[in-house]
């Protein structure tokens, strides 16, 4: 782990020591150009931020909510059966969530937006909101049923309907597992290379809206890696995007930490 | 009166809340047999004994997915070959053996970490050790372990968990009868976790079968050219299934990528499913076998 850290760490930041690329043109600058000693990287950080800021909008809520469903009014025999059906959910690899999305969700994009491709941020972003269901699902479901149930008797006694219950005491109780849940959706999300790389486009330019296609730090690494020479700006700056990837999973990881501490 | 309202009104709120709470719980159900039933209807016209078997094609139509299915079994048993004892004595160790302290939560979060790291990173990872450092070059070995780091702390994971099945009663009475702990776990914990162990492990060979973004820069995008396409070789290129999917459609050049792609989505697809379908049957059975339930 530690040799793993140290040597991403030593990749990632030879563009900055011995490239001599400032860091703030890596960090913010949307001009792309490895060749011209310009690798700006806002693009894919942008990228990135965007499609799992979309996939946590809509996957976050409706995952919670299959999991408030799962925990408090499924049917038990209804729920030993989406158990399964939301692990082979899980199973799916990536590559076939993203050829879903190529053969299935861009077309539909493309015929009813008249986008030109119907690659881009929007048909990312739904992919992606499918991928991370399970984990919050699964996650969501096990965070309200770890609340006692004397929580949830003593406000049915005091006469509030089942959604109140739901919504004014145990979402609030199971909060800090419900982040949990969050944040680890969003790692998933971040972190996805593949079903991204064939739906998002692959254009290293700002998206001017949901339907134009960009690009995300996985999948310019996806797109690049196999053809940077060892040693090149190019092949120094997608090692640097690796590592602000290994950064943002500790700072995710640390979250969790966190949210877990403060609830006990 | 203006109590009368206000409990009619939370009671349509909470019909109205549950209903959206059944349709969206229920749609999962419908995504998930949409989603296999469509992949069954592009996949289903291109399965044939001669796709399944033969090797794939760079330029020419009519390529089959046999060597990239068998590399995919291969990689598969090679990765749990290293993973499995690594992952359970750790597995025993955290769960039977550490006492709270510094060195325990430091494991644990090493562990935490290694699971939240992106895959794609790992293969990097894998790039530079095995790829470019040990000049390996791209290799079915060096895929496999790149898997087992990527793989570990999910399998850790699930070891602990199936120790926690065990009541600690199992322990006291085995104690109490003299013997050692290690006899112990031997003896009595290991065989009443197996189930559940059993389970764990099964799915996440699913997961190893269907990983990609990982094997891309370690294993390669090809069968080793010139060889036997069914090739054992340990540090010969390894292109599985997953990455051929990924593949054929990014990179390829073959004009027929569409139906090669659909094939492979398809196939992936049932083997995800026979791991599931497998895990829950295996489990179940040694269950019933060793409990006599």
Same mark, same amino acid.
């Given at each position: 782990?530690?040799?793993?850290?140290?040597?991403?760490?030593?990749?990632?930041?030879?563009l900055?020591f011995?490239?001599?690329?400032n860091p703030?043109?890596?960090?913010f600058?949307?001009?792309?150009?490895?060749?011209a000693?310009?690798?700006g990287?806002?693009?894919?950080?942008? $990228?990135?931020?965007?499609?799992?800021?979309?996939?946590?909008?809509?996957?976050?809520?409706?995952?919670?909510g299959?999991?408030?469903?799962?925990?408090?009014?499924?049917?038990?025999?209804?729920?030993?059966l989406?158990?399964?059906?939301?692990?082979?959910?899980?199973g799916?690899?990536?590559?076939?969530?993203g050829?879903? $999305?190529?053969t299935?969700?861009?077309?539909?994009?493309?015929?009813?937006?008249?986008?030109l491709t119907?690659?881009g941020?929007? !048909?990312?972003?739904?992919v992606?909101?499918?991928?991370?269901?399970?984990?919050v699902?699964?996650?969501?479901?096990d965070?309200l049923?770890?609340?006692?149930?004397?929580?949830?008797?003593g406000?049915?006694?005091?006469?509030a309907t089942?959604w109140? !219950?739901?919504?004014?005491?145990?979402?609030?109780?199971?909060?800090?597992?419900? !982040?949990?849940?969050?944040?680890?959706g969003?790692a998933?999300?971040i972190?996805?290379?593949?079903?991204?790389?064939?739906v998002?486009?692959?254009?290293?330019?700002?998206?001017?809206?949901l339907?134009?296609?960009?690009?995300?730090?996985? !999948?310019?690494?996806?797109?690049?890696?196999?053809?940077a020479?060892?040693?090149?700006?190019?092949?120094?700056?997608?090692?640097?995007?690796?590592?602000?990837?290994l950064?943002?999973?500790?700072?995710?990881?640390?979250?969790?930490r966190?949210?877990?501490?403060?609830s006990? | 009166?203006?109590?009368?309202?206000?409990?009619?009104?939370?009671?349509?709120?909470?019909n109205?809340?549950?209903?959206?709470l059944w349709?969206?719980?229920?749609?999962?159900?419908?995504?998930?047999?949409?989603?296999v039933?469509?992949?069954?209807?592009?996949?289903?016209?291109?399965?044939?004994?001669?796709f399944?078997?033969?090797p794939?094609?760079?330029?020419?139509a009519?390529?089959?997915?046999g060597?990239?299915?068998?590399?995919?079994f291969?990689?598969?048993i090679?990765?749990?070959?290293?993973?499995?004892?690594?992952?359970?004595?750790?597995?025993?160790?955290l769960?039977?053996?550490?006492?709270p302290?510094?060195f325990t939560s430091?494991?644990?979060?090493?562990?935490?970490?290694l699971?939240?790291?992106?895959?794609?990173?790992?293969g990097?990872?894998?790039?530079l050790?095995?790829?470019?450092?040990?000049?390996?070059?791209?290799?079915a070995l060096?895929?496999?372990?790149?898997?087992?780091?990527?793989?570990?702390p999910?399998l850790?994971?699930?070891?602990?968990?199936?120790?926690?099945?065990?009541?600690?009663?199992?322990?006291?009475?085995?104690?109490a009868?003299?013997?050692?702990?290690?006899?112990?776990?031997?003896?009595?914990?290991?065989?009443?976790?197996?189930?559940?162990?059993?389970?764990?492990?099964v799915?996440?060979?699913?997961?190893i079968?269907?990983?990609?973004?990982?094997?891309?820069?370690?294993?390669?995008?090809s069968?080793?050219?010139?060889?036997s396409?069914?090739?054992?070789?340990?540090?010969?290129?390894?292109e599985?299934l997953s990455?051929?999917?990924?593949?054929?459609?990014?990179?390829?050049?073959?004009?027929?990528?569409?139906?090669?792609?659909?094939?492979?989505?398809?196939?992936?697809?049932?083997?995800?499913l026979?791991?599931?379908i497998?895990?829950?049957?295996l489990?179940?059975?040694?269950h019933?076998?060793?409990?006599?339930?």
């Amino acid at each position: 782990m530690a040799a793993l850290m140290l040597y991403l760490a030593y990749m990632g930041l030879q563009l900055f020591f011995i490239d001599h690329v400032n860091p703030l043109v890596f960090l913010f600058s949307p001009n792309f150009s490895p060749d011209a000693h310009h690798p700006g990287a806002l693009v894919f950080i942008l $990228g990135s931020v965007f499609v799992t800021l979309f996939a946590l909008c809509v996957g976050g809520p409706f995952g919670v909510g299959v999991g408030v469903f799962l925990s408090q009014i499924a049917p038990p025999k209804l729920a030993t059966l989406m158990k399964p059906a939301i692990e082979i959910l899980v199973g799916i690899p990536s590559v076939v969530y993203g050829w879903l $999305g190529l053969t299935l969700l861009a077309p539909l994009i493309r015929h009813s937006t008249g986008s030109l491709t119907g690659f881009g941020l929007l !048909t990312a972003g739904i992919v992606l909101s499918i991928m991370i269901l399970p984990t919050v699902i699964s996650l969501s479901e096990d965070a309200l049923r770890a609340v006692h149930i004397s929580m949830k008797e003593g406000s049915m006694a005091l006469g509030a309907t089942r959604w109140q !219950t739901i919504w004014s005491v145990m979402l609030p109780a199971a909060r800090s597992g419900l !982040t949990v849940a969050v944040i680890l959706g969003i790692a998933r999300a971040i972190g996805e290379a593949l079903a991204v790389q064939m739906v998002i486009g692959n254009s290293a330019v700002l998206p001017k809206g949901l339907l134009a296609p960009t690009a995300a730090l996985t !999948t310019e690494i996806v797109t690049d890696m196999g053809s940077a020479q060892e040693g090149t700006v190019l092949y120094h700056s997608l090692f640097s995007m690796a590592f602000l990837l290994l950064l943002i999973a500790m700072a995710l990881i640390l979250g969790v930490r966190l949210a877990v501490r403060r609830s006990s | 009166m203006a109590t009368a309202n206000l409990a009619a009104r939370r009671r349509t709120v909470n019909n109205v809340m549950t209903g959206v709470l059944w349709a969206a719980a229920l749609s999962i159900i419908v995504l998930l047999a949409f989603f296999v039933g469509y992949i069954l209807y592009l996949g289903a016209p291109v399965i044939s004994w001669h796709f399944l078997t033969a090797p794939p094609s760079e330029l020419a139509a009519g390529g089959g997915i046999g060597p990239e299915i068998f590399n995919s079994f291969y990689i598969l048993i090679l990765t749990l070959i290293f993973t499995t004892p690594i992952a359970t004595a750790g597995g025993i160790y955290l769960q039977e053996y550490a006492r709270p302290g510094i060195f325990t939560s430091a494991v644990q979060f090493c562990a935490e970490s290694l699971a939240t790291i992106p895959s794609i990173v790992m293969g990097l990872f894998g790039l530079l050790v095995f790829v470019t450092l040990l000049h390996w070059h791209f290799t079915a070995l060096g895929g496999a372990l790149t898997l087992t780091i990527l793989n570990l702390p999910a399998l850790m994971r699930v070891t602990q968990e199936a120790l926690q099945t065990v009541p600690s009663t199992f322990r006291e009475g085995s104690m109490a009868l003299g013997a050692t702990k290690w006899q112990t776990i031997r003896r009595v914990v290991l065989p009443s976790a197996i189930a559940p162990l059993t389970t764990g492990i099964v799915l996440i060979a699913g997961r190893i079968f269907g990983e990609t973004a990982a094997l891309i820069f370690t294993a390669g995008v090809s069968v080793s050219a010139g060889r036997s396409a069914y090739d054992f070789g340990l540090f010969h290129q390894a292109e599985t299934l997953s990455v051929h999917l990924w593949y054929v459609h990014s990179e390829g050049l073959v004009p027929d990528a569409a139906q090669v792609g659909n094939g492979s989505a398809l196939v992936l697809l049932v083997m995800v499913l026979i791991f599931n379908i497998g895990a829950r049957l295996l489990g179940y059975a040694l269950h019933k076998r060793l409990t006599g339930k």
